[in-house]
């Protein structure tokens, strides 16, 4: 099948990255006992489901032979993003070390090194995805591990097993994340936010939609996914109130397949904007960004509002907007000096 470009998707991808920063960045404010950001991160918990699904639809070739011949490549560009993602991040704890306000200098470089290369933290990311450096991150370490499961899929040809698995691997991380919550139990989120109960089960679904890609066009209508969309996202708010804190919800999981379905019903719309632009070329970038943003806003803000509370308050709710702004700035910014680099090299090399 012709993997045409769809804009409608890369549109929805700048959605969804902003989702992802404003989860990470929302300010915290109550009704009764209730956390009302919450709801509103439960709005777009459809995010990290909606990316891995699309990595999931792209990996999708017509026969088993093309797909073993993509995946190589597919495995060593992650994995390079995943390496200069985490050498990135580790300078950064480094400088956070050196000038930090607690210890500082070079035996705060020690302490931020000793506490990061932990035999213990070591073995949870390889085992459970979770990133020294910073948790954020353990979406490219899943991301690596699910390219990598695919060579044994596409080798032995599992696909239609792993449909299965993904199903069931999707029920265990709901049980874990949102039910054991509603009975009071608290389960650490390496155990259900990894990738085998979080990336399998969407990329087998991204997989899955496109092997059956005019099957599912024809049973889901264009309304039908709408109404899907609404009503999946209406389903987060009875979550969000009985369980206050949710990974993946139900509502999420039907409004990220909604989201998709609909993407490819109309996959010319919103070609120009500029959501679809972040969607297509800077999503990736501010994931991994975004969160350094953040801590700079913060000690600058810090700085700043010390002395002047309602202005603190301004920020902080509008950290969100403030931060992913920043973060698509930096990313434009850092793809045009690379882009320049590039033509200067080829002008060398040409020479």
């Avoid at 990061?116 to 020294?132: H, M, R, S, V, Y």
């Avoid at 599992?158 to 009071?184: E, P, Q, T």
């Avoid at 936010?193 to 209508?221: Q, W």
Wanted: proline share 3%; hydrophobic share 50%; with cysteine.
């Amino acid at each position: 099948m012709n993997k045409r470009r769809n804009f409608y998707l890369d549109f929805w991808k700048g959605i969804a990255c902003f989702g992802v920063v404003f989860c990470h960045t929302y300010y915290a404010f109550y009704w009764g006992d209730r956390d009302v950001g919450n709801m509103l991160k439960a709005f777009f918990r459809f995010a990290i489901p909606l990316f891995f699904m699309i990595s999931g639809y792209y990996c999708y070739y017509a026969d088993n032979a093309q797909t073993a011949k993509k995946l190589p490549n597919k495995i060593k560009h992650i994995f390079q993003i995943n390496v200069v993602a985490s050498v990135a991040w580790l300078f950064l704890q480094l400088v956070v070390g050196l000038f930090g306000d607690t210890h500082g200098g070079l035996s705060g470089m020690g302490d931020m090194l000793g506490a990061i290369f932990t035999p213990g933290k070591l073995i949870i990311w390889l085992l459970f995805n979770e990133d020294p450096f910073v948790k954020i991150l353990w979406f490219l370490s899943a991301l690596l591990y699910m390219y990598l499961a695919m060579i044994l899929i596409n080798r032995f040809n599992l696909y239609k097993a792993s449909y299965v698995v993904a199903i069931i691997c999707l029920v265990i991380h709901y049980l874990l994340g949102n039910v054991c919550k509603g009975f009071g139990i608290e389960i650490n989120s390496i155990y259900y936010r990894n990738f085998l109960l979080m990336a399998f089960p969407f990329f087998m679904f991204g997989h899955y939609i496109h092997r059956n890609e005019k099957e599912l066009l024809h049973k889901f209508s264009l309304k039908v996914c709408i109404f899907m969309l609404l009503l999946g996202e209406l389903l987060t708010i009875p979550e969000w109130y009985f369980l206050d804190k949710t990974e993946i919800s139900i509502g999420a999981v039907l409004a990220a397949f909604a989201i998709f379905v609909l993407s490819l019903h109309v996959p010319e719309r919103k070609e120009k904007s500029v959501i679809t632009y972040i969607g297509t070329e800077l999503s990736l970038f501010i994931y991994i960004i975004h969160m350094a943003v953040k801590l700079v806003m913060d000690k600058v803000a810090e700085k700043l509002f010390y002395s002047f509370p309602k202005a603190d308050l301004v920020y902080q709710v509008l950290k969100p907007l403030l931060c992913f702004g920043v973060s698509v700035v930096a990313g434009v910014l850092f793809y045009k000096v690379m882009n320049y680099l590039k033509g200067m090299r080829k002008k060398a090399n040409a020479e």
